[in-house]
T-cell receptor, first 110, second 113 residues
Framework: KNEVEQSPQNLTAQEGEFITINCSYS?????LHWLQQHPGGGIVSLFM???GKKKHGRLIATINIQEKHSSLHITASHPRDSAVYIC????????????FGAGTILRVKS | ETGVTQSPTHLIKTRGQQVTLRCSSQ?????VSWYQQALGQGPQFIFQ???????GRGNFPPRFSGLQFPNYSSELNVNALELDDSALYLC????????????FGQGTRLTVV
């Protein structure tokens, strides 16, 4: 079992739909990161959170420390949101190095 | 724009050769981490450097080595390349190794033939 698990692996949505990507982790964390990766590889940090909820534009990230679970929500999805979304844990067990999930491939159709 | 640049963007090497990948971090970022991302998978931690010293290593053989320089640049060196080394190599920098945001470069796509 991977230390950071994401679901779903693949997600296709219609433009305008509300999207949720889930992340569960088994390691002790100091922070949970949500990252976006476009074709070509570059990774952009969307959120870093250790408790509660953060919002940036149409993106919302939540974390439940007790349940070791985080979600990334996209409201009013748009084709330009199509990308790979990766959650990564800053793991206290590994000196705060990032442990990554496998990613969720999101495709938003117009 | 993350302020982290990697070079080259793409590279093709032959099995058995050696390769050096470079990363230029933001000024003041004392920590740089390198990751390997195989196709369809999440990145895997290779190693981290903090103030020019190795500060943790993942499950990679010794032929993967690194350097960090005082000017916030760093290198990843891979000797005796194998076909399975074909991947996207990412560097990420941050101010320190604790709870600070990491900034990623665009990656170097290495193909070993």
């Amino acid at each position: 079992k991977n230390e950071v698990e994401q679901s779903p692996q693949n997600l296709t949505a219609q433009e305008g739909e509300f999207i949720t990507i889930n992340c569960s982790y088994s390691v002790g964390i100091s922070a949970l990161h949500w990252l976006q990766q476009h074709p070509g590889g570059g990774i952009v940090s969307l959120f870093m959170l250790s408790s509660g909820k953060k919002k940036h534009g149409r993106l919302i990230a939540t974390i439940n420390i007790q349940e070791k679970h985080s979600s990334l929500h996209i409201t009013a999805s748009h084709p330009r949101d199509s990308a790979v979304y990766i959650c990564a844990a800053s793991s206290m067990e590994y000196g705060n190095k990032l442990v990554f999930g496998a990613g969720t491939i999101l495709r938003v159709k117009s | 724009e993350t302020g982290v640049t990697q070079s080259p963007t793409h590279l093709i090497k032959t099995r058995g050769q050696q390769v050096t990948l470079r990363c230029s971090s933001q000024s003041g970022h004392n920590t740089v981490s390198w990751y390997q991302q195989a196709l369809g998978q999440g990145p895997q931690f290779i190693f981290q450097y903090y103030r020019e010293e190795e500060n943790g290593r993942g499950n990679f053989p010794p032929r993967f080595s690194g350097l960090q320089f005082p000017n916030y640049s760093s290198e990843l060196n891979v000797n005796a390349l194998e076909l399975d080394d074909s991947a996207l190599y990412l560097c990420a920098s941050s101010r320190d190794s604790s709870r600070t945001e990491a900034f990623f470069g665009q990656g170097t796509r290495l193909t070993v033939v």
